[in-house]
Each structure stands twice: as structure tokens, then as C-alpha cells.
């Protein structure tokens, strides 16, 4: 509640992306209705104001130039810009970093020769406004996303883990599937928040939730490529979820 | 052991892995687990735990009575970690939380055979002296019980149709286990040469080699029957009716890169080789001298914990000893 007792107003919004977030933050709005006022969410409601928003979550790249005209107007109205999902904090699989062909090919293709549709590169939210918050994943964890909101309603910067999955999967005591099954698991270089969900089924982590904190690629790619994994495979399996290209540049094989 | 509370024994959780799990019958048992994911330190420092509930203006300690337990299969290597352990958890500042886990918990130790993994007998981990209720030595039709406080006492009363005393047989059989056992360990070392040779060996190659595959995985340290290190979150969250905030604590691992970052941007161990060289000292060296007991217990689960191969201490213990001239100087 603030001092004019009125509830806190968010904003939820999407831009180019698959409406994952859209559909966690959807299915988790019970649990925050008590506390908030739903300004704007057009993919729930279709009555929406963006103006003087205390929280605003984007999900989504900015592939298109509307896509910048409605990032501008969130961010101009808003007193918190939040980005959800990898699309909107590091451009995930539409992002340049693993795509083998460039955004005019790639419309061409799709939309024909002389098609109106006109496209940018897929690029993250903080390539354009500035963003106070970045909660990755592929989807949102629910339980990171109510820790987000609940943090910011108490203005107060939430706490998102940027350790590795490994540090969960070891705390659920998971078998390790990269040592046990030789599977190409990223959970070393991944940033955790997930609770090791794949590795917990056997499965290899794919790197859903973007990189971790200074995530050691070039010994992640050395040791795959021992178990057999080829070089390009590897960095496609690296770059698929979005991944600075600050932070792939550093990579010794690709220098 | 049931009739004293809930019995934790190793089960076997993959092909290669073990895990101390709540157990019904001796069939859920494996006795022949080594080593388990976590050694037992996760039933007295759990991976997660709330230490501060907040409610409005209310703040309160979450105080937590646990009710008692039984943690059996614990081997040699990973009693040493458990007083490890109390040292650090039951000196001032005391832990609260940890001691009231401790005290509910009764200790049933159990005999094991090394793998090429183990050296817990050049850490001088491997002989059960102390930190169990009961200890087991695995005879092969029988077992050699060790009897070391109340409790286990009260969990032999509670089966004494099961049980008879030692005769002479027996104790020759006990003396026997143990020293065939001893020559099982396939490479040795004198640990007393542990600090020097950390000290000695600080600017050796042999760091660069390893930390150019160490994936800052952390992985080496929560398998680790010593360490102990944790970071405060404090996480607001919503209940079904008033906003709540909780302070947790979380494992943490020196070998991440925020681990040693401070205010204003500066890192004391930034790279992967600054953390690894770090925390093979601390194993190694020990808790520099606070207190005079060695961080290794010798487990191995380090070494089989990591993806990339590089934590191998009595590999690297062997190599740096040859290559400082210290293996020959000192017998």
C-alpha cells in the first residue's frame, strides 16, 4: 500500500518473444493481486493504462521498431523496468550469437522478397533503455519472479542468484549426468534459479537460464570437446538461450 | 535404531552415487556405498535453512527443535569431517542451529574398504577414534560393535537378541580388518608436509595447469565434509495474508567469482586460479593454524566431484612433493 493508499500499479508487457513470462507471471497473478494494481497487461486484460507504473516486466527482444517505441514508452513511465526471460536480457535464440544467417535473410525467407515486415536483430532490452532488473530463464522461475516483485514492491533490490546449477544440483545430491553419462551439460557455466530441474531428470542442462557469473567457457568447451563433443556444436549449444558477446568474445577458440 | 527416531543411512541414488536418505528397513540400505553425494554435514549445516522470519514489524529467530535421529554408515573419513565440523560450529561464536541438530543426533559409524580415491589413511582420518555413538566394523558375518556413549548403548539395549559379547576370535578378526585394510591404500603421503609443502609449492606450474579446465563449477566444496562457507540472502516474499520477509542461509562456495568481491568492485580472487590455489591450501594447509586440525579428511569425494579432473590432492600432493625434493628429505 502506499501513503495515498492506493495499491502499487505494474505493468506487463511483451515484445518479441513467446509469451512464456506472460504466462508465469498469468498464472501467478492470484498470488499478487492483494498487493498490486494491474495497470497494463494486454496479454490478460484488455483495459490498460501504462502511465506512472511502479514495476514494469518486458518480456521479450526488441526485434522490430515498434518493439523500441513500446520499450520507450514503459520506460519513460515506469519507476522500475524489469526484464523477464532470456529474450529481454540477452536476446535468446533469436539473438545474433548462434543464428547462422542475417535478420534480412532470415525475412526473406519467411515473408518473401519485397515484404513490408521489416525486422531488426534481435537484441536485449538493455541495448536500448536502461534496465533495473534481470531475471533470466526460459521460462521465469515462478518462485524468482515473486521474489522479484515482493523485493521491488519493499523497494528494495531483489537478491538473483548468479551462481552455477551445479551448486543446486548438488544440494538436491543429483547424480552428476556430465561425469555419470558424459552428457554435454552446461550447468557448470549456467546460471542457476531453476533448482537443477533437468539434471534432477537425467537430463543434460541446455542452458536455459543464460550464463552464470564469469562462466568459465573455455574450460566448459575444453572439457566436452574431451568427451567427444565437436567445437561448433558446443558453441551452438553455448550461445542457444543468449549470451553477451562481451562474454563469448573472451573465448579463446573463438579469438 | 529406529525406537531412538528417524534412521538416514546411505541409498543408492545413481550408477555411481550414493545419498544419505531417510531409510524403513536394512534392504533400503547400501551398505556398500563409499561415499555419498554429500557427506553427512547436511543433517547439521543444511544446504538451506531460514535463520529470520520477518512478519509486518515482527522479527523473530526461526528456532527449530529437531527431534532425535539416527545417521548410520558414517565411515571413518566422514566422522573426522563431522568434528571438523564442531570445531568451527561449536567454537564462539556458537551455532545455535548446528548444536541443536548435533545433540539430537545419534552416530552410527561403519567400516569401509578405500577405493584408489581414498587417502584418509595419510590424513590420519582413517582409524574411528572418536565423534560416533556406535561404530561398526563389517567382520563379513558379523559385525564388531564399538560402543562409545549412552545413546549407542541405549540402541544395543534396544537389540540385544541381536547382539553377544567378543571373545578373543572376535578382537583377532577386528585387528585383522584393520590392518589388511591399511595396506589397501593405494597411494600415501606424510600430511605433515602438508603446510610446508603448500607453502613451498605456491608458484608451481602445476596451478595454471589445473585452472585452466577448472569450470568455477563449485563443486568441490559442497561435497566437502569440512567446508562450511554460506552466504545471508534476505528474501521478501508473499504469504497468504500479510508480506513476509526471510533471511536464509545458502551454501556458497569460494570458487565463485563473487565469493571474494567486495564493495566498490574489487575481487581478492578473481580468477579461476586465484580460487582453486586457494582452496587447495585451505584442504591442504589447513584452517592456518586456528585451529591445529588438518581441512582434508581424505574422502576423495572432491576428486570424484569434479568434471574437469582437477582435484586429485593426493595426485597433486605426489607431484609437488618430487618436485620440491621433499618426497626423499623427510621420513
Redesign the interface.
Known sequence: MKSDGTLPKIAVHGLTGCAGELLVILENLG??LP?VQVASFPFAQSKNDIKDVDIAFVEGSVSQEHDIEVLNKIRSHSKWLVAVGNCAVHGCVQSSTCAKFTPQEMVESVYGKDSAIKALEAKPLSSYVEVDVSLSGCPIDKNQF??V???L??D?L??II???V??EC??R????V????NLPCL???TAAGCGALCPSF?AACYGCFGPC??P?L???T??LQEKGYNLSDVLVRLGTFGIPEAVLSNLDVRR | MQTTGKVYAPVKVSDLSYSFKAVETHSDIAFEALRTILPPKKFFFPQEETIVMCDGDQISEVVEVPTPFVVFGVHPCDLAGLLALDKIFLSAPLDSHYQRRRRAAVIVGLSCLPDKHCFCRSMGTDTPNKGYDLFLTDLGEEFYVQIKSQAGLEVIQACSTFVQSVNNDDNDSYKDFWSERDKLFERTFDSSKLPNLMDMGWNDPVWDQLAERCLSCGNCTPVCPTCYCFDMVDVAMFNTQKMEAKRDRVWDSCQFSGFAAVAGGENFRPGPIDRLKFWYRHKLHGFDDAIEIPSCVGCGRCTVSCPAGIDDLPGVVLTLLQKTNMKDAVQ
Open positions: 498470488t499478487v498487493y515473486l521474489a516483485l515482493a523485493s514492491l519493499k528494495h531483489p537478491y548468479e551462481r552455477p551445479c551448486l548438488k544440494m545430491e543429483n547424480g552428476c556430465l561425469i555419470e553419462k550447468g557448470p557455466v537425467d557469473k564469469d568459465q573455455d574450460a566448459m575444453l572439457i
